[in-house]
C-alpha cells in the first residue's frame, strides 16, 4: 500500500496501488433510536491487509465490525462484498466470545470445523494460538484470555477471505497479544482481509496497514501508520490519536506528555471516556 492512499478512507482501496478490495461501504450510517453512532462512512476493506478501526469507547467499532457482517442492518448506505463466493465469507471474533462450557478446546475447534467446508488443520491452529497444550481442558477451565485466543481459532478456521476481529488483544497478556496480532498479520499476508477494533495501539501501529480512526459520528482520519505519523506530523500512532480524537471523548491528554506506550495503551482504552455506550 502508498502513502498516497492516505486522505480518504475510501482512497486506501483500489486499484492504483495494486490491492483488491473485498469489502465495499458507501455512505454507511448507522443510529439507534434516533441517535447517530456513525454517519456517511465510505470504506474499502483490502485483500491481503489489516484494517485496523480504533477510537474511543462508544464510537462505534463493533456497530461497524456488526455491520459489515451483517449482523447489524445500517440505517443507511450499504455493503458490498465483493470477494471469492463462499459458504463462509467472513470469520468473527466477537468482543465478548462464547462457547460451550463443556466442551473441551479440541472439541471446540473440531466441532466448528465441521461447519466449514475446508480441511481444517486443527492442531496446527491450536499450536497458532498457543492453546495446543490445553486441547484437552473443558472451556469452563479456561482463562478469559485463553477463551479469547480460542474465539481467535474460531475466527480464523477454515480461511475466510474476510476476518472480523473485535478486540483481538483483549485480556491477553502482551506476549500473547502481539503473537495474536503477528498471526493475524500473517492470515493477511497470505492474502485475509483482516479488519481488527483495537485499543492496543503499539501493536495497530506495529502490524496494521491501514486504520480507521472513528470519532465523533464518522471517520476522523484514515491511513497507514506511516502516512498518519507524517500527516499529522506525530511521534507516532497515539500521537496521531491524541491530536485526531475529541480529547472530550478519548480521555487523554495532548501529545507529548507521556512516552509509555503501555499506560498510554491502556489510556486509550480507558472505559471512563465511554461516550455514552453499553457495549
Ligand atoms: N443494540 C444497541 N442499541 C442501542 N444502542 C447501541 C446498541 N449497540 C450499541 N449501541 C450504542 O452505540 C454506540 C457505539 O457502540 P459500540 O459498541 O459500537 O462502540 P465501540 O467503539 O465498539 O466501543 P468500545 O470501545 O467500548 O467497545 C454506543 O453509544 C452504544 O451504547
Not at 477454515?158 to 488483544?169: I, L, S
Not at 502482551?174 to 498471526?183: G, I, K, L
Not at 500527516?231 to 495532548?254: N, Q
Request: contains cysteine; aromatic residues 6%.
Amino acid at each position: 500500500m502508498t502513502d498516497a492512499d492516505d486522505a480518504e478512507s475510501r482512497s486506501a482501496t483500489g486499484d492504483s496501488d495494486g490491492s483488491t478490495s473485498v469489502v465495499t461501504t458507501t455512505g454507511l450510517t448507522k443510529e439507534y433510536g434516533g441517535r447517530p453512532i456513525f454517519d456517511g462512512v465510505d470504506l474499502d476493506i483490502n485483500a491481503g491487509a489489516m484494517t485496523a478501526v480504533i477510537g474511543p469507547n462508544g464510537s462505534g467499532k463493533t456497530t461497524l465490525l456488526k455491520t459489515l457482517l451483517g449482523h447489524v442492518d445500517p440505517t443507511a448506505g450499504t455493503v458490498t462484498y465483493t470477494g471469492p463466493d463462499v459458504d463462509r465469507p467472513m470469520g468473527y471474533l466477537p468482543q465478548e466470545p462464547a462457547f460451550r462450557p463443556q466442551f473441551t478446546v479440541s472439541e471446540t475447534v473440531e466441532f466448528y470445523a465441521s461447519l466449514v467446508d475446508a480441511s481444517v488443520d486443527t492442531e496446527g491452529l491450536l499450536r497458532e494460538v498457543n492453546l495446543y497444550d490445553a486441547r484437552t481442558r473443558r472451556v469452563s477451565a479456561l482463562s478469559g484470555g485463553m477463551r479469547r485466543l480460542l474465539a481467535v481459532a474460531q475466527a480464523v478456521l477454515g480461511d475466510p477471505p474476510v476476518v472480523c476481529c473485535d478486540e483481538p488483544a483483549s485480556g491477553l497478556d502482551p506476549s500473547m497479544a502481539r503473537r495474536v496480532f503477528e498471526s493475524l498479520a500473517g492470515r493477511a499476508a497470505d492474502g485475509m482481509a483482516v479488519v481488527v477494533a483495537s485499543h492496543t495501539l503499539s501493536l495497530v501501529e506495529t502490524y496494521a496497514d491501514h486504520v480507521v480512526i472513528l470519532d465523533a459520528g464518522g471517520v476522523a482520519a484514515a491511513g497507514s501508520p506511516a502516512a498518519l505519523i507524517e500527516r499529522y506530523d506525530a511521534a507516532d500512532l497515539w500521537d496521531v490519536y491524541a491530536t485526531v480524537v475529541d480529547p472530550a471523548t478519548a480521555g487523554v491528554s495532548r501529545r507529548g506528555d507521556d512516552d509509555d506506550t503501555a499506560e498510554r495503551d491502556a489510556a486509550a482504552s480507558d472505559p471512563t471516556a465511554d461516550s455514552g455506550g453499553d457495549s
